[in-house]
Protein backbone atom coordinates (compact mmCIF):
# COMPACT_ATOMS: atom_id res chain seq x y z
CA UNK A 1 0.00 0.00 0.00
CA UNK A 2 1.18 3.26 -1.21
CA UNK A 3 0.82 6.14 1.89
CA UNK A 4 1.18 9.55 1.85
CA UNK A 5 2.20 10.87 5.03
CA UNK A 6 0.77 14.77 6.00
CA UNK A 7 1.49 16.02 9.93
CA UNK A 8 4.19 18.72 11.14
CA UNK A 9 4.47 19.25 14.44
CA UNK A 10 6.15 16.64 16.98
CA UNK A 11 3.05 15.05 17.90
CA UNK A 12 2.91 13.56 14.59
CA UNK A 13 7.11 12.04 14.65
CA UNK A 14 5.38 8.54 16.31
CA UNK A 15 2.97 7.52 13.94
CA UNK A 16 5.16 8.25 11.58
CA UNK A 17 7.95 6.07 12.10
CA UNK A 18 5.09 3.37 13.15
CA UNK A 19 4.18 3.82 9.52
CA UNK A 20 7.29 3.35 7.98
CA UNK A 21 7.88 0.44 9.48
CA UNK A 22 4.96 -1.11 8.93
CA UNK A 23 4.52 -4.24 6.75
CA UNK A 24 2.71 -3.97 3.49
CA UNK A 25 2.80 0.01 3.75
CA UNK A 26 5.66 2.09 1.38
CA UNK A 27 5.30 5.91 2.51
CA UNK A 28 6.24 7.05 -0.55
CA UNK A 29 6.18 11.31 0.20
CA UNK A 30 5.53 13.15 3.06
CA UNK A 31 4.00 16.99 3.52
CA UNK A 32 4.03 19.38 5.88
CA UNK A 33 3.95 23.12 6.74
CA UNK A 34 6.81 25.24 5.38
CA UNK A 35 9.85 25.95 7.41
CA UNK A 36 9.37 28.99 9.97
CA UNK A 37 11.76 31.55 11.72
CA UNK A 38 12.17 30.35 15.39
CA UNK A 39 13.59 31.46 18.53
CA UNK A 40 15.10 34.71 19.63
CA UNK A 41 17.43 34.78 16.25
CA UNK A 42 14.37 33.75 14.31
CA UNK A 43 16.37 31.51 12.76
CA UNK A 44 14.50 29.17 9.78
CA UNK A 45 13.36 25.51 11.32
CA UNK A 46 12.02 22.97 9.67
CA UNK A 47 9.11 21.19 10.71
CA UNK A 48 10.12 17.65 12.80
CA UNK A 49 8.37 15.84 10.33
CA UNK A 50 10.33 17.05 7.96
CA UNK A 51 13.29 16.05 9.65
CA UNK A 52 11.89 12.80 10.47
CA UNK A 53 10.86 12.12 6.83
CA UNK A 54 14.52 13.14 5.82
CA UNK A 55 16.36 10.76 8.41
CA UNK A 56 14.16 7.79 6.78
CA UNK A 57 14.59 8.89 3.44
CA UNK A 58 11.49 9.80 2.37
CA UNK A 59 10.59 12.52 -0.05
CA UNK A 60 9.43 15.46 1.23
CA UNK A 61 6.81 18.27 0.23
CA UNK A 62 6.01 21.67 1.67
CA UNK A 63 2.99 24.00 1.12
CA UNK A 64 1.32 27.08 2.36
CA UNK A 65 -1.90 25.91 1.16
CA UNK A 66 -1.73 22.82 0.12
CA UNK A 67 -5.23 23.07 -1.84
CA UNK A 68 -3.88 25.58 -3.96
CA UNK A 69 -0.60 23.94 -4.56
CA UNK A 70 -0.66 20.31 -3.65
CA UNK A 71 -3.10 18.90 -6.18
CA UNK A 72 -0.97 17.81 -9.03
CA UNK A 73 1.72 16.69 -7.02
CA UNK A 74 -0.30 13.86 -5.17
CA UNK A 75 -2.16 13.57 -8.32
CA UNK A 76 1.14 12.86 -9.88
CA UNK A 77 2.48 10.52 -6.92
CA UNK A 78 -1.10 8.39 -6.98
CA UNK A 79 -1.29 7.04 -3.28
CA UNK A 80 -3.33 4.37 -2.36
CA UNK A 81 -3.93 5.91 1.09
CA UNK A 82 -3.39 9.52 2.73
CA UNK A 83 -3.07 9.79 6.60
CA UNK A 84 -2.90 13.06 8.42
CA UNK A 85 -2.00 13.97 11.56
CA UNK A 86 -1.78 17.11 13.03
CA UNK A 87 -1.24 18.75 9.91
CA UNK A 88 -2.65 22.03 10.53
CA UNK A 89 -4.52 22.31 7.04
CA UNK A 90 -7.92 21.79 5.76
CA UNK A 91 -7.93 19.09 2.50
CA UNK A 92 -10.60 20.32 -0.39
CA UNK A 93 -13.00 17.31 -1.71
CA UNK A 94 -10.31 17.27 -5.15
CA UNK A 95 -7.63 16.08 -2.97
CA UNK A 96 -9.53 13.75 -0.41
CA UNK A 97 -10.30 11.66 -3.46
CA UNK A 98 -6.98 11.05 -5.21
CA UNK A 99 -6.23 7.68 -3.08
CA UNK A 100 -8.42 4.90 -3.83
CA UNK A 101 -8.95 4.34 0.16
CA UNK A 102 -9.82 7.84 1.07
CA UNK A 103 -7.72 9.88 3.52
CA UNK A 104 -7.79 8.68 7.44
CA UNK A 105 -6.90 11.18 10.08
CA UNK A 106 -5.15 10.54 13.75
CA UNK A 107 -7.18 12.85 15.83
CA UNK A 108 -6.48 13.41 19.71
CA UNK A 109 -9.68 13.00 21.55
CA UNK A 110 -12.75 10.64 21.72
CA UNK A 111 -14.84 12.35 18.98
CA UNK A 112 -16.90 13.69 18.74
CA UNK A 113 -15.84 15.40 22.23
CA UNK A 114 -13.09 18.08 21.51
CA UNK A 115 -13.01 18.26 17.47
CA UNK A 116 -10.63 20.81 16.40
CA UNK A 117 -7.20 22.61 16.78
CA UNK A 118 -6.68 21.45 20.90
CA UNK A 119 -7.98 18.36 21.68
CA UNK A 120 -5.50 17.69 24.59
CA UNK A 121 -4.94 21.16 26.21
CA UNK A 122 -8.99 21.13 26.50
CA UNK A 123 -9.54 17.95 27.98
CA UNK A 124 -6.98 19.02 31.02
CA UNK A 125 -8.50 22.36 31.34
CA UNK A 126 -12.53 21.40 31.69
CA UNK A 127 -10.72 18.15 33.95
CA UNK A 128 -11.43 15.10 32.17
CA UNK A 129 -10.78 11.79 33.23
CA UNK A 130 -10.05 10.36 30.07
CA UNK A 131 -9.24 11.33 26.56
CA UNK A 132 -7.51 9.06 23.65
CA UNK A 133 -7.75 8.90 19.78
CA UNK A 134 -9.36 8.45 17.30
CA UNK A 135 -9.14 7.31 13.66
CA UNK A 136 -11.63 8.90 11.59
CA UNK A 137 -11.83 9.16 7.77
CA UNK A 138 -11.32 12.62 6.90
CA UNK A 139 -14.34 14.55 5.22
CA UNK A 140 -14.16 18.32 4.00
CA UNK A 141 -15.66 19.50 7.64
CA UNK A 142 -13.47 19.81 11.02
CA UNK A 143 -12.85 16.08 12.36
CA UNK A 144 -16.20 15.22 11.67
CA UNK A 145 -15.92 12.01 9.75
CA UNK A 146 -16.88 8.08 10.35
CA UNK A 147 -14.55 7.14 13.15
CA UNK A 148 -12.94 3.56 12.20
CA UNK A 149 -11.45 2.95 15.70
CA UNK A 150 -10.81 4.62 19.43
CA UNK A 151 -8.49 3.80 22.50
CA UNK A 152 -8.68 5.93 25.47
CA UNK A 153 -6.14 6.21 27.97
CA UNK A 154 -6.71 7.88 31.86
CA UNK A 155 -5.62 11.16 32.32
CA UNK A 156 -3.20 11.46 35.49
CA UNK A 157 -4.36 14.17 38.06
CA UNK A 158 -1.11 16.16 37.99
CA UNK A 159 -0.52 15.09 34.52
CA UNK A 160 0.95 17.94 32.35
CA UNK A 161 -0.18 18.99 28.37
CA UNK A 162 3.12 18.02 27.58
CA UNK A 163 3.49 14.66 29.20
CA UNK A 164 -0.30 13.51 27.84
CA UNK A 165 0.82 14.71 24.26
CA UNK A 166 3.66 12.08 24.46
CA UNK A 167 1.45 9.30 25.73
CA UNK A 168 -1.36 10.39 22.89
CA UNK A 169 0.96 10.45 20.06
CA UNK A 170 2.58 7.10 21.07
CA UNK A 171 -0.84 5.76 21.51
CA UNK A 172 -1.98 7.33 17.94
CA UNK A 173 0.90 5.40 16.37
CA UNK A 174 -0.40 1.95 17.73
CA UNK A 175 -4.04 3.09 16.26
CA UNK A 176 -3.16 4.20 13.34
CA UNK A 177 -0.60 1.21 12.53
CA UNK A 178 -3.94 -1.08 14.13
CA UNK A 179 -5.79 0.52 11.05
CA UNK A 180 -4.07 0.69 8.21
CA UNK A 181 -3.57 -3.67 8.82
CA UNK A 182 -7.69 -3.40 9.03
CA UNK A 183 -7.76 -1.62 5.71
CA UNK A 184 -5.14 -3.73 4.03
CA UNK A 185 -7.31 -6.73 5.21
CA UNK A 186 -10.71 -5.70 3.96
CA UNK A 187 -11.89 -5.54 7.57
CA UNK A 188 -12.08 -1.70 8.44
CA UNK A 189 -15.75 -0.35 9.46
CA UNK A 190 -16.35 3.57 9.89
CA UNK A 191 -19.31 4.67 12.15
CA UNK A 192 -20.93 8.00 11.69
CA UNK A 193 -20.25 10.40 14.76
CA UNK A 194 -22.78 11.39 16.86
CA UNK A 195 -23.27 15.29 16.05
CA UNK A 196 -25.43 16.06 19.49
CA UNK A 197 -22.09 15.16 21.57
CA UNK A 198 -19.65 17.19 19.30
CA UNK A 199 -18.17 20.15 20.94
CA UNK A 200 -15.16 22.11 19.70
CA UNK A 201 -11.89 23.17 20.43
CA UNK A 202 -9.87 26.63 19.54
CA UNK A 203 -6.76 27.37 18.66
CA UNK A 204 -4.55 28.18 21.87
CA UNK A 205 -3.61 31.66 22.36
CA UNK A 206 -1.00 33.18 24.51
CA UNK A 207 -4.04 35.12 26.46
CA UNK A 208 -5.79 32.29 27.01
CA UNK A 209 -2.81 31.28 29.76
CA UNK A 210 -3.71 34.66 31.66
CA UNK A 211 -5.00 33.05 35.25
CA UNK A 212 -8.15 34.43 36.46
CA UNK A 213 -8.15 34.27 39.74
CA UNK A 214 -12.22 34.42 40.78
CA UNK A 215 -12.32 31.05 38.93
CA UNK A 216 -12.03 27.77 41.48
CA UNK A 217 -8.90 26.37 42.88
CA UNK A 218 -10.05 23.17 40.33
CA UNK A 219 -9.90 25.33 37.40
CA UNK A 220 -6.99 27.01 38.01
CA UNK A 221 -4.54 24.25 38.37
CA UNK A 222 -6.38 22.53 35.20
CA UNK A 223 -4.90 25.64 33.67
CA UNK A 224 -1.54 25.55 34.50
CA UNK A 225 -1.31 22.09 33.47
CA UNK A 226 -3.14 22.28 29.97
CA UNK A 227 -0.75 25.39 29.57
CA UNK A 228 2.57 23.63 30.53
CA UNK A 229 5.14 23.56 28.76
CA UNK A 230 3.30 26.11 26.33
CA UNK A 231 2.36 28.71 26.30
CA UNK A 232 2.60 28.56 30.29
CA UNK A 233 0.57 29.86 32.33
CA UNK A 234 0.65 33.33 33.66
CA UNK A 235 -0.24 36.47 36.18
CA UNK A 236 1.25 39.42 37.08
CA UNK A 237 3.10 40.59 39.63
CA UNK A 238 4.34 44.39 40.46
CA UNK A 239 2.87 44.81 37.20
CA UNK A 240 5.23 42.08 35.44
CA UNK A 241 4.98 38.77 33.90
CA UNK A 242 4.93 35.74 36.65
CA UNK A 243 4.55 32.30 35.03
CA UNK A 244 3.26 29.29 37.02
CA UNK A 245 4.40 25.80 35.59
CA UNK A 246 2.91 23.82 38.67
CA UNK A 247 0.34 24.37 41.48
CA UNK A 248 -1.81 22.94 43.88
CA UNK A 249 -5.14 23.03 45.49
CA UNK A 250 -5.03 24.09 49.06
CA UNK A 251 -8.72 24.65 51.12
CA UNK A 252 -7.41 27.92 52.75
CA UNK A 253 -9.98 30.73 52.21
CA UNK A 254 -8.99 34.01 50.96
CA UNK A 255 -9.80 36.75 48.51
CA UNK A 256 -8.93 36.03 44.85
CA UNK A 257 -5.86 36.87 43.79
CA UNK A 258 -4.48 37.95 47.13
CA UNK A 259 -1.42 36.03 48.48
CA UNK A 260 -2.94 34.33 51.99
CA UNK A 261 0.58 32.35 52.70
CA UNK A 262 4.31 33.39 51.51
CA UNK A 263 6.42 31.07 54.18
CA UNK A 264 8.14 27.99 51.74
CA UNK A 265 5.34 28.23 49.33
CA UNK A 266 3.04 30.54 47.78
CA UNK A 267 -0.84 30.26 48.45
CA UNK A 268 -2.72 32.51 46.74
CA UNK A 269 -7.13 33.20 47.20
CA UNK A 270 -9.06 32.11 44.43
CA UNK A 271 -12.74 32.09 43.93
CA UNK A 272 -13.09 29.00 45.36
CA UNK A 273 -10.32 27.61 47.92
CA UNK A 274 -6.83 28.54 47.32
CA UNK A 275 -4.06 27.59 44.93
CA UNK A 276 -0.56 26.89 46.24
CA UNK A 277 2.43 27.64 43.89
CA UNK A 278 4.68 25.24 43.08
CA UNK A 279 7.39 26.51 40.23
CA UNK A 280 6.96 29.65 39.09
CA UNK A 281 9.30 32.34 37.06
CA UNK A 282 9.56 36.13 37.10
CA UNK A 283 10.16 38.16 34.09
CA UNK A 284 13.61 36.67 32.78
CA UNK A 285 14.57 34.39 35.44
CA UNK A 286 14.47 30.77 35.39
CA UNK A 287 11.57 28.28 36.65
CA UNK A 288 12.30 27.54 40.10
CA UNK A 289 10.47 26.06 43.57
CA UNK A 290 8.28 28.45 44.67
CA UNK A 291 10.73 27.86 48.13
CA UNK A 292 13.80 28.88 45.78
CA UNK A 293 12.06 32.05 44.47
CA UNK A 294 10.77 32.98 47.73
CA UNK A 295 14.65 32.95 49.50
CA UNK A 296 15.63 35.71 46.75
CA UNK A 297 12.16 37.44 46.31
CA UNK A 298 10.20 39.49 49.09
CA UNK A 299 6.46 38.57 48.39
CA UNK A 300 4.55 39.17 51.14
CA UNK A 301 1.22 38.24 52.62
CA UNK A 302 -1.63 40.59 51.47
CA UNK A 303 0.00 41.68 47.55
CA UNK A 304 -1.98 40.88 45.28
CA UNK A 305 -2.02 38.91 42.18
CA UNK A 306 -2.76 40.51 38.69
CA UNK A 307 -1.70 43.80 39.21
Known sequence: MRAVYLGTPDFAVLPLKAIYEQKGVEVV????????????KQILTPPPV????????????????????GVVDLKKINPDIMITCAFGQI???????????????????????????????????NGEKKTGITIMKTDIGIDTGDIMLQKSLDIGEKETCGEL????????????????????????????????????????????AL?????????????????NPAPTAFTFLNGEPFKIFSAEKREIKGDAGKILVSDKEIVVGAG???????????????????????RGNAVPVGTVFGR
Open 272 to 294: ENSVALIKVCKAGGKPMSAADFL
Open 29 to 40: AVVCNKDKPTGR
Open 211 to 227: IDWTQSADRIVNTVRAF
Open 165 to 208: FTRLSLLGAECVTNALELIMQDKSVFVRQNEELASYTKMIKKEN
Open 91 to 125: LSQEILDIPKFGVINIHASLLPKYRGASPIHYAIL
Open 50 to 69: KETALSLGIPVFQYDKIRVE
